[in-house]
């Protein structure tokens, strides 16, 4: 029982990350009807960002506390990654809209092989290690001498998550910006010919997906503290099929998906095996889009001629 | 007159302010990963290092390339689109003569070598750019069946390559069986393999098909690093056995290769025995592929890369089309696999990463699916241009010791595919010939190509 209620905590925070990244990969499904293979890599860049801000700010200027320097963090690394992924939409993908229907994936692939390699060029192969950010935490629950906590780095990956998640709804369901997003993902045509700039709003939404990349990599060094050039593919694949589980399209899906795949995660590295932790979330996906390829939330395909 | 120069006066000024533009953007995505570096220190801490002049270097040269791409570039490439360039008729001539020539010159290829090379230098030439390059046009011609004749996007064709390697490696050390033996073998595993992952993934299509092929292979190679017991995992197989000459082994002993011959003792016998094999097993490949487009399985396949919908509903078996392509494919990786176990002599998960899938899928879409010749010249170019980058050490003395162009393979590899893929989405070799036709064979422009959505 124990057990089991530290392992729901820690699944929950894995969940949340992948649930940011997963968001990025379904609003970009939703838009242009592209798989986002270098997600994972701009997931990757924003945790090196988040890395060198944080240097910069704790050495070099120094500010008084790390509430501050946190959101500092956070601000600097949404930005960059945002600046990042909108000159990729630019120069890879837009030039092969309407071009055949594999050109932007192996687009993306060239794009996701070319920024881990950039990463390792500029940064070197190491890890990147840094002291702990946020220490701390708070016993929830004791039995049995085993104590149940939690962090204060999961307690703010939690809320985080959760006040993003608040904006970003607000966001898409509440202002012209989201409408314009929702039209183009029914008719970009139709939405052109009443006025949506279609092109804005495809880059606005590589900019939201990259800006919530950059929380879940910022959140993703607070809480491991360690990050390297080739981590971008395992989390992306993941977060992916965190997208495919919960419906590609849609965005309460990626959330929950992600939410559901970091629990598996956990779980099965938990009670199962931890070297074949990623086999599960591989499986995971293949089961998915093999026998449930709508997805939990999505609108099933329908096939026209 | 005064008109023309005042358009070009502003002409050259927007070129200036654009160019500014994107300078300025640059120097955003360069400043936190070129401009800072982190450091390790001496009391192993990380620290931040600045890298002024290099990120100013850069940004000075989107800002000059950027320029340059306005004022020159651009209204020429403009010019050349309202002229659409119709092939020049040499290039018919060229491409008639081109097949032959090339057989005939990967044939000759050894020989050419050690004439020049002597027997010393050779051996990088023959081993590294054509044994290796080879590999890579096998490898892209059998998953030119599946990607570039059936239309299925396959990401982990990687995984066949290396049941074929582990499947050689096995038996071979187990059971002591030779290459000759265990090459059909290793391409009937490769091939259940196919045929098994293919069933799951028969409704899927277009990326949602390419994904979980990745995920297939990731899979396996997951599995490969973690069975110890069967594997030997990270560690990998080593003393795997190399093939012989029809019995005879390359050994410097009495009854190697070049005793029984009567020759002094080289390694250069067994790579060059090797490159004849890799040769006869990638022609083999192409052989196969081609006879097999003109039997009713193959203009199936075609069909479907068209359009699957039209093809169910003409009666096409879509199941078996769709399992003859994944099998075949995967057998011919298998292939190239148990070549690639023996060639070795030591095999390892690091041999089998996404990257390589990534990499022959790329050579396939960067040679214009479908297309046998653009293949391998995507092959010649995009491996040999990697393999070049080691040969490079004079671009050492021009930037300094510590450079070291290997790093910059896989970096150039990504932008190439992006670059490629902006300017010739369908590839180097870009028109279709049909296989069936009424009267006459007409070329098909790639503009006319119709895309089906299978």
């Known amino acids: ?305 | 007159m005064k008109q023309e120069t005042t358009v070009k006066g502003s002409n050259a000024l927007a070129a200036v302010r654009d160019a500014a533009i994107s300078a300025l953007i640059s120097l955003g995505l360069f400043l936190p990963l070129v401009g800072f570096e982190t450091i390790v220190n001496i009391r192993n801490e990380l620290t931040l290092d600045t890298r002024w002049p290099l990120l100013f270097t850069m940004v000075a040269l989107v800002f000059v390339g950027r320029l340059a791409y306005s004022l020159f570039a651009a209204p020429r490439l403009a010019q050349r689109k309202q002229h659409a360039a119709a092939a020049p008729a040499w290039l018919g001539t060229i491409g008639k003569w081109f097949v032959p020539f090339a057989i005939g010159f990967v044939i000759v290829y050894p020989v050419l070598v050690l004439s020049t090379a002597g027997f010393g230098g050779a051996l990088k030439w023959v081993d590294n750019f054509g044994i290796q390059i080879l590999i890579y046009v096998m490898l892209g011609w059998g998953l030119n069946i599946v990607v570039g004749l059936a239309g299925l996007l396959d990401l982990g064709y990687v995984a066949f390559y290396a049941v074929g390697a582990y499947s050689y490696a096995l038996l071979a050390k187990e059971f002591g069986f030779s290459f000759w033996l265990l090459l059909p073998l290793a391409g009937i595993m490769a091939s259940f393999w196919g045929v098994l992952l293919g069933f799951p993934v028969l409704r899927l299509r277009g990326d949602y098909l390419a994904i979980v092929t990745l995920a297939f292979g990731e899979i396996i190679r997951v599995v490969l690093i973690n069975w110890v017991d069967f594997t030997n995992g990270y560690a990998g197989i080593s003393g795997i056995p190399r093939p012989t000459f029809f019995g005879i082994p390359f050994t410097a002993g009495d009854d190697g290769f070049a005793a029984t011959f009567g020759l002094e003792f080289s390694p250069i016998y067994r790579t060059i025995f090797l490159y004849y094999v890799i040769l006869a097993l990638a022609f083999l490949t192409a052989f196969v592929t081609v006879r097999l487009r003109r039997l009713p399985v193959g203009r199936a396949w075609e069909a479907l890369r068209e359009d699957e919908v039209a093809c169910r509903s003409l009666g096409v078996n879509t199941t078996n089309t769709k399992l003859t392509a994944f099998s075949i494919g995967a057998m011919f990786g298998g292939f190239a696999g148990s070549f690639f176990a023996a060639r070795q002599g030591f095999i390892s998960p690091e041999s089998f990463t996404f990257i390589e899938s990534a990499t022959i899928v790329a050579i396939v879409v960067l040679g214009g699916m479908g297309s046998q010749i653009g293949v391998a010249v995507a092959a010649v170019v995009m491996i040999g241009g990697t393999e070049i980058m080691r040969e490079l050490n004079f671009l050492r003395q021009i930037f300094g010791e510590s450079f070291d162009p290997t790093q910059y393979r896989m970096l150039i590899f990504g932008f190439a595919m992006v670059v490629i893929m902006v300017f010739r989405p369908r590839g180097f070799v870009s028109t279709r010939q049909p296989t069936v036709f009424l009267k006459e064979r007409k070329t098909i422009s790639s503009d006319l190509v119709g895309e089906g959505h299978g």
């Open chain 1, 1 to 305: 029982m124990e057990v089991f209620l530290q392992q729901l905590i820690n699944g929950i925070t894995l969940g949340s990350i992948y649930g940011l990244i997963a968001i990025g990969y379904t609003m970009v499904f939703g838009i242009i009807g592209m798989v986002n293979f270098a997600h994972g890599d701009v997931f990757m860049v924003s945790t090196f960002v988040a890395l060198i801000a944080f240097l910069f700010i704790t050495t070099w200027i120094g500010v008084p506390s790390i509430a501050v320097a946190l959101l500092l963090v956070l601000l600097v690394a949404m930005l960059f990654t945002s600046l990042v992924n909108w000159a990729i939409e630019r120069l890879a993908y837009r030039p092969l809209r309407g071009s055949f229907r594999l050109a932007p994936l192996i687009s993306a692939i060239g794009m996701s092989i070319f920024l881990s390699n950039f990463v390792q060029v500029t940064q070197g192969p190491r890890n990147k290690a840094i002291p702990p950010m946020v220490q701390g935490d708070m016993v929830l629950f004791s039995q049995n001498g085993y104590n149940v906590t939690l962090s204060l780095k999961q307690a703010i990956i939690w809320g985080v998550t959760a006040i993003l998640l608040v904006a970003f709804w607000y966001l898409v369901a509440k202002t012209r910006l989201g409408r314009a997003q929702r039209a183009c993902e029914q008719d970009q045509k139709m939405a052109a010919l009443v006025g949506v700039n279609v092109d804005q709003t495809i880059s606005i939404t590589f900019i939201i997906a990259a800006a919530l990349a950059a929380v879940a990599g910022t959140l993703y060094l607070t809480y491991y503290g360690v990050v390297n050039f080739a981590d971008g593919f395992v989390p992306g694949v993941k977060a992916f099929t965190a997208a495919v589980l919960g419906g590609i399209g849609s965005l309460p899906g990626a959330v929950i998906g992600g939410l559901l795949i970091g629990l598996i995660e956990t779980f099965w590295s938990a009670y199962f095996s931890i070297d074949y932790k990623d086999v599960a979330a591989f499986s995971v996906l293949a089961i998915t889009l093999i026998f449930l390829p709508q997805g939990l939330f999505g609108r099933p395909d329908v096939e026209k001629v």
